[in-house]
Every structure is written in C-alpha cells, then in structure tokens.
C-alpha cells in the first residue's frame, strides 16, 4: 500500500494588497537601497561604502604606506567575509580603480603588477596582484582608533565597521565620483588638492564666501589625465555656482617639425575616461570612411607616456583646422559632466555648489577634531586617576606593603586606607616591585604635571570654537603642504584655454590645399588668381578698355582685405576668387558693396599690421589690421565718411613720420604720434584745405627719407634734410611740392 499523506495544514491568513502598492513600496526601498549605500558618495569623505570597506579592510590588515604588500586575493576575501557580501569581482574592480593613476587623480591603493592600462587593457586576475595603501589613505583614516567616527555593526552583527571616515583629505572633490542611481546620478570631476585647500582656508576665515569667490583658487577640474579645458570662465563659474554644468576637454598636441619642410601632430594627453587603443581604432576607421580629408596617417607611438603621431595629407594643411576636425569627430574632445549629487551628511542625496561642498568637509574635520579631542581627554583624564593613587602609594609606601601581605583582599582594605578608586587600586596592586624606586616617584610627578597642561590646552581647545576652526586651518594647510603644487603628484595638470573659433568658411577652407598664387586686380575692378607667384605679367589679356591695375603673391588658404571708399573693408577668400585664363569677375560679385562705392585697394590679409587711413577731406587715423577683418559680405565700418566725402588713401604704418600730399600739390610732413590709433571713426585732420582734397598719404621712417614710385615705376626718393621745407604739424596746409609726381601719388600703398 502507498504511504498516506496527511492532510494539508490550514494556511495563513492571507492579505490582499494592490500590486502597484507592492511594487511602489519594494522599489522604493531597492531606490534607496542603491542612492544609500551603493550609488551616491559620502560628502564628507567622498567615499562610496565598497571604497569605505576597502580601505578599513587594508587598515586592518596593517597595509600601509611604506610597508609590505599582500595578495589582492587576500584584502578583497576580507572585505567580503567582513563588510561587504557582495561578488568579489565588483570588490576587486572598485580597488583596481583606485589604484590606477590615469582613473584616480591622488591614488588610494598603491598597486604592484597589472592594475590595466589607458589603452583599455583589463588588470590581472587578484590571485596574481598585490597591493597597500597611499599616503592619500591614510591621511583619510587618520585618527579612525582614536574614536574620531562613529561606528555600527557590520552585515551579520559580528564586527563593526566606520559609517565615514575621518577623511583628512578633500577626496570628494580630489578624487571625483562617478554613480547611477535610481532616478539620480552623480558626476564629479576630479580637482586639485592645493587649490581646493586654499579655497577651504578662505573658507574658514570666511564662512558665508559664496562658490564664486572660490573660483579665485579652484580655477576647474584637473584631470589625471591633463588635457585642456575650453570652457569660458561664465560656464564655469555657472557650474560650480549651481552644482551642474559640464567641461569641455581637449587633448593636449604640438607640431613636430621633420625634414623638408614635413610636420607631424603629436598628440601628448587625452582627455579623461577615453580609452586611447579606442580612440586610435576611431580615428583609423573615420580616415578609412575618408572622413578627414586632411588626416594622412594615424599611429600610436606611446609607451609610459602617451604619444599619437598625426601625419597631415599634405603639409600645405594648416595644424589647427586638422585639429578642428579631430576635435570634432573623436574623443579628442569630450565633454565631462560635472553633478555635485552627494549623501549630505550620510543620509541626504542633494546637489551642492562647491562652498557647501567644502563646508561640509570642513564641518566633518571639526567633528572628527571634537571627538578625538574628547577621546584624548578621557585617555588624560584616566592616567591622572592611575597617577593619583600612585602617588598616594609612594608617599605611603610602608603602610601599602603592609596591607597587601596582611590583607586577604588588598583591594577593599587599600580603597577604605586612602580613599582611592578601583582603578586606583588596580594600578597600585599591578605595580612592579622596581617601580618602587625614587626615580619613579619624580618621573610620574613630572608625568602628572604634563599631562595636567595638555589637559588644561584640550579643554580650553573644546571650550573655543575659534581654537578649533584654527586646529582644522592647521591640518588643511599640512594637507596643502603635503600636496603643493610644487609636488610631483599636486602639480597641475589640466591647463585652460579659449577654444579657437573656427566659422563655417574656415572649415570649408581647411579643405582646400594651400599653394602659391598671383591675386591681378584691374582698373575696373576685375579680379582673378594665377598659379604660383608670377613675375612677368606683360602677356596678361583684359578686358576692353581695362587694364592691369596692380598684383601681389597670397596663397590659396589667404584672406583678401578690400578697402572701399565708403569706409568699409570686406573680407574675401581667395579660394573663391576665378582661376584659369578668363577675366575673372567683379570684386562686386564678392561682396555686398553699395553701387556708388569703388575699391580704393585691395591686399593679402598677414595680421598684426597697421595701417593709416585717409578721407578726401583730410580727416583719418591709425588702426590695426585685426579691427579691419569683418565676417560677412557687408564688411566692417572702419572710417566714418557721408557722401560727398569718402575714403580714399591707405597705406602701411612703417616709419616715424607722416607724409599728407593734396589734389593742391601742397604736401606736409609731421611726426605719426600726432596721429591717433583707433578701431573705428572720423578720425583726426592730417591737412588743412580750402578748396582741395586729399590725394594720397604715406608713412615713412625719418633716418631712410621719403621714397615713391614715379608715372614709370621708378623709385624716387628725398632725405629728411631736402624735405627740411614741408616740416610741420598736423592739419597745417603745408608747401608746393617741388619734385614730387603731378599725379600727386606716393603709390605707396599697402607693404
């Protein structure tokens, strides 16, 4: 027969409970489960509890600085049987990331074998690493056995662990945290220990300093990495006001020159988080896809230094617009959050702008300060309660031997002679005969005196929040001190610079290969390129009734400057300018100049000249080339003119003194400092006229003499001391000149 199953229990009493209420109460507490103890750093040791674990797990193992190493295997077997029952892999990965000195900006682990690489390369298994703690650690578990935090029991109740660290080091803002959490995350860059010690200092003189005025010491992020930050210092300054924002990060190259005239872009530090065996395969399919037409080459030449050559397609190529286009479509470039989302106070998830982030550091150094004050004070105050009873001992010495070989229970007798305390007692029975000689009696009366001062300092220290903001002042500056900027480790090492800024033309221009030319304009206004740089221009066709009005070399890449007689300079790209062996076209056809204006000259752009400008009436002044360069067809007012009056005279500034002839063939000399430089306006009188206008001016140095070219071409020239009779200043009507051209032409121009 079958074996008789019994009748089923009755069941428990069964709830009925909505399935959205349960599955809104579960994944509530599995949201605050990983925002509490997984996701979000403490603010005020900048930890998350695995990092915690790990570090008070090497404490235990007497991992420090200096000292020997042991077996990863070992440290993350008990940091998981002791504090955190979770994969070994996840322990053993969070310590490799704190070891690795191109992740962490101040390392807390000091590795020995492979911790992995930039290039992406994984770690060896933890059987075969071994590791310790760093300075940086140890500075942040400083004072941990001296009661300095609080402590609760670990997961199954058999030992306790830290809820913070003492955290003596800013390792929240240092180091950086990178977390997603449910429905939050937390993005902090790492920065510069000195720096953010100064700020802290400020700080504390100052406690309502707001982030901005921080921002005179915390410049940005400092990335293990190095690299540049582009961001302006409005970005920045909103990001750290706020708590959000992000920084722009480029990698940090050069231009190597080789022979011949070849170059190379060495690329020297990438930005943080890029991996660069990665970054190089990208940069190799994107040239495969030709999508950088001005990339030629890509290798990896690094070894403990990172170094990626960029061969350019050719070398006409301009560094900076290949860079561009790196920038552009690599990790070259990268784009690095910044999301102070922190565990205030261990409990509360909230975004904080930098002062508060300090403040809370600083806040958690006064508490650890307070608590191992009051740790010391007990330890004070308990050996002078020892120091106490055996000093009554020694002045009663006979009396003491006696009880305790008469007395049965020496303890209760001795209490009762001299009034003492247990421990007082103890300490008197658990001395050794050789203490008994008299040496020992001055020593602990000098002891008791000490300890009585550093009593007297301690409480005066807990009595004074003033003392103990300086006590704090005191370990920020030896942080400081430790970590300068002086230091190979605090040195800086991202840099911050403006982004260059490259419009759509200067992108389209990167595209075309720089090579010679020859710009001819015509006295009509025709104009057009030749290859090369051409002498000989006598076998040049025009149009009928045109002719040859002047021609200079530029190159394909260079940037005309066209100046009108209303005033106005217009840019032009000599790339889109007509080649071949037609006529070329209109400089009209170019820009969007009014129908009763002319071009009074057209020239290269070089940059960083100064020219002097002219009206017909006599007025003008100095300007720099860089105020005359204008980004649209309309071009730029430079010299204000109203009809009839207009532009007509520019010419290079290259000498001392100044030169104005008139339509009168009258001509002035005067020194140039009389003459104003400005970015734009009416300008000042050059010469004074009646009936005449302006024709032409020139700037010449007063040593060389006055040169010009005649109606034939040919240099002329006259010394300042045959010039000695049109000597004068500024606005004066000035003399007939005698030997000049009747054209009343310098034909000087733009040099």
């Not at 310590?95 to 770690?123: C, K, T």
């Not at 040239?287 to 890509?298: C, H, I, S």
């Not at 007509?578 to 820009?591: A, V």
Request: hydrophobic share 40%.
């Amino acid at each position: 027969m079958g074996k008789r199953v019994p009748p089923p229990e009755e069941p428990a009493e069964i709830h009925e409970v909505m399935l959205r209420d349960a599955l809104e109460e579960r994944y509530l507490a599995y949201a605050l489960s990983t925002i509490m103890h997984r996701a979000l750093p403490d603010a005020r040791d900048g930890l998350k509890p695995v990092h915690r674990r790990i570090l008070y797990g090497m404490r235990l193992l007497r991992l420090d600085p200096g000292g020997g190493y042991k077996k990863s295997a070992k440290i993350v077997g008990d940091v998981m049987g002791s504090f955190h029952p979770h994969g070994d892999q996840a322990i053993y990965d969070a310590m490799v990331r704190l070891a690795q000195d191109f992740s962490s900006r101040y390392p807390l682990v000091d590795g020995q074998g492979n911790f992995g690489n930039i290039d992406g390369d994984n770690p060896a298994a933890y059987r075969y690493t071994e590791a310790r703690m760093t300075d940086v650690a140890r500075l942040l578990l400083e004072g941990i056995d001296e009661d300095g935090v609080e402590f609760r029991p670990n997961y199954d109740g058999q030992s306790k662990e830290p809820v913070v660290l003492p955290g003596g080091f800013p390792n929240l803002l240092a180091n950086g945290a990178q977390g997603i959490a449910v429905g939050m995350a937390t993005s902090i860059p790492p920065h510069n220990v000195a720096e953010l010690c100064d700020a802290a200092l400020h700080l504390i003189d100052k406690p309502e300093a707001k982030s901005k005025s921080l921002l005179r010491w915390v410049k940005g992020p400092d990335f293990p990495t190095g690299g540049i930050v582009v961001d302006s210092k409005e970005a920045i300054t909103e990001a750290y006001t706020t708590g959000r924002g992000s920084f722009r990060v480029r990698a940090k190259w050069e231009q190597e020159e080789g022979a011949r005239g070849t170059w190379v872009v060495v690329i020297t530090e990438i930005p943080w988080l890029v991996q660069k065996s990665r970054l190089v395969e990208k940069i190799a399919e994107l040239l495969n896809e030709k999508k950088l037409p001005l990339v030629g080459d890509v290798r990896d030449e690094s070894a403990d230094d990172i170094r990626l050559v960029i061969e350019p397609k050719s070398r006409a190529v301009d560094p900076a617009l290949l860079m561009e286009s790196l920038f552009k479509l690599t990790e070259l470039e990268s784009r690095i959050s910044l999301n102070l989302n922190v565990l205030v106070k261990g409990k509360i998830p909230k975004v904080i702008g930098l002062a508060e982030c300090l403040r809370e550091w600083l806040d958690h150094l006064r508490d650890v300060l307070i608590r191992r004050t009051n740790f010391r004070k007990a330890q004070i105050e308990h050996r002078l309660e020892i120091l106490g009873g055996l000093l009554i001992a020694y002045l009663n010495i006979d009396k003491v031997i006696k009880i305790i070989r008469t007395e049965d229970e020496p303890k209760p007798a001795l209490i009762k002679a001299f009034k003492l305390t247990e421990v007082q007692a103890d300490a008197i029975l658990n001395m050794r005969l050789r203490s008994l000689r008299k040496l020992e009696e001055m020593e602990i009366k000098t002891e008791d005196k000490d300890l009585r001062k550093e009593l007297k300092g301690i409480e005066g220290l807990l009595g004074s929040e003033t003392q103990q903001w300086a006590k704090v002042g005191e370990q920020v500056g030896k942080v400081r001190e430790i970590f300068g900027p002086k230091t190979p480790l605090g040195k800086r090492r991202t840099q911050f610079a403006d982004a260059p800024e490259h419009d759509l033309a200067a992108i389209e221009e990167a595209f075309v290969e720089r090579e010679p030319v020859t710009v001819v304009v015509s006295e009509k206004g025709w104009v057009r390129t030749m290859k090369g740089h051409v002498e000989d221009l006598s076998g040049l066709s025009f149009k009928t009734d045109d002719k040859l009005e002047h021609a200079f070399f530029a190159e394909s890449t260079s940037k005309l400057l066209a100046f009108a007689t209303n005033g106005k300079f217009y840019s032009l790209d000599v790339a889109k300018l007509p080649g071949g062996r037609g006529h070329g076209e209109p400089i009209r056809m170019f820009i969007d100049m009014e129908q009763e204006a002319a071009i009074v000259s057209l020239f290269a752009n070089k940059g960083g000249r100064k020219f002097l400008i002219a009206s017909a009436e006599g007025q003008g002044f100095v300007v720099n080339e860089d105020d005359c360069v204008g980004t649209t067809r309309k071009g730029k007012q430079v010299l204000n003119v109203e009809l009839p009056n207009e532009a007509c005279a520019i010419t290079t500034v290259a000498g001392d003194t100044v030169a104005v002839i008139g339509t009168n063939h009258k001509m002035v000399l005067f020194p140039l400092d009389q003459v104003p430089e400005m970015a734009r306006g009416r300008g000042v009188r050059l010469q004074k006229y009646s009936s005449a206008k302006l024709s032409d001016v020139a700037v010449f140095d007063s040593k060389a003499g006055l040169s010009w070219k005649d109606s034939a071409g040919r240099e002329q020239s006259m010394t300042m001391k045959e010039l000695a009779d049109w000597r004068g200043s500024r606005a004066d009507a000035g003399r007939l000149a005698h030997g000049l051209p009747k054209s009343n032409k310098f034909n000087r121009g733009v040099e």
